[in-house]
């Protein structure tokens, strides 16, 4: 069974910094895409940053600059770095994996994970 675990997240102030994880665990055989997505109160669910196998970014507007994606493919891991932190970036950040293969398989499928809450205020 394919878990994927965030964390790292937690309260921090306006300008400060934090570095989010998310393991994904199980019989894996490859993963297409690893990314990060946010969902703030009373708003939808919306991209932040996503990365593919080979390296490909693709970063949310808002977070360009501020926000680095990171993924460690021989431990299926993928990492947020958030800098200079808003209060507009307060939201659960949940992780997503793109085209992943479950071992004997043969296809791929999406899985999320249960979201680490971020919360930047002073």
């Known amino acids: 069974q394919v878990q994927l675990v965030e964390s790292g997240g937690g309260l921090v102030q306006p300008g400060g910094s934090l570095r989010l994880s998310c393991a994904a665990s199980?019989?894996?055989?490859?993963?297409?895409?690893l990314g990060w997505y946010r969902q703030a109160p009373g708003k939808q669910r919306e991209l932040v940053a996503a990365?593919?196998?080979?390296?490909?970014?693709n970063y949310a507007d808002s977070v360009k600059g501020r926000f680095t994606i990171s993924r460690d493919n021989a431990k299926n891991t993928v990492y947020l770095q958030m800098n200079s932190l808003k209060a507009e970036d307060t939201a659960v950040y949940y992780c997503?994996?793109?085209?992943?293969?479950?071992?004997?398989?043969?296809?791929?499928?999406?899985?999320w994970g249960k979201g680490t809450l971020v919360t930047v205020s002073s």
């Open positions: 199980g019989s894996i055989f490859s993963i297409y895409g």
């Open positions: 990365m593919t196998g080979g390296g490909r970014t």
């Open positions: 997503k994996a793109d085209g992943l293969v479950v071992a004997g398989t043969g296809y791929g499928m999406d899985y």
